[in-house]
Nanobody
Framework: QVQLVESGGGLVQPGGSLRLSCAASGGILSTNDMGWYRQAPGKQRELVATITRGGSTNYADTVKGRFTISRDNAKNTVYLQMNSLKPEDTAVYYC????????????WGQGTQVTVSS
């Protein structure tokens, strides 16, 4: 059974930083695109950033220049470094990965809360 386990969320003051991690495990043969999405209360889930296996990245306009996505293919892990955090970044952050076991499929983590508040 594939599992995506996120860590690193928490409470931080505006202007602060957090680093999220997401480790995938469970009979994985290969991973393709990995990414982070977020969902604020009363809003739809939205893309934050994605990264291909080769390292090409894509960011939402709202986080460009502040967030950096990276990955370690050997560990099946994706990271999100979040700097200059703003109150509007407050949301539950979800990890996503395209994983090959017997076929390619999309998997999601359970979510980690990020709260930016003074």
């Amino acid at each position: 059974q594939v599992q995506l386990v996120e860590s690193g969320g928490g409470l931080v003051q505006p202007g602060g930083s957090l680093r999220l991690s997401c480790a995938a495990s469970g009979g994985i043969l290969s991973t393709n695109d990995m990414g982070w999405y977020r969902q604020a209360p009363g809003k739809q889930r939205e893309l934050v950033a994605t990264i291909t296996r080769g390292g090409s990245t894509n960011y939402a306009d709202t986080v460009k220049g502040r967030f950096t996505i990276s990955r370690d293919n050997a560990k099946n892990t994706v990271y999100l470094q979040m700097n200059s955090l703003k109150p509007e970044d407050t949301a539950v952050y979800y990890c996503n990965a395209k994983i090959y076991r017997f076929e390619w499929a999309d998997y999601w983590g359970q979510g980690t809360q990020v709260t930016v508040s003074s």
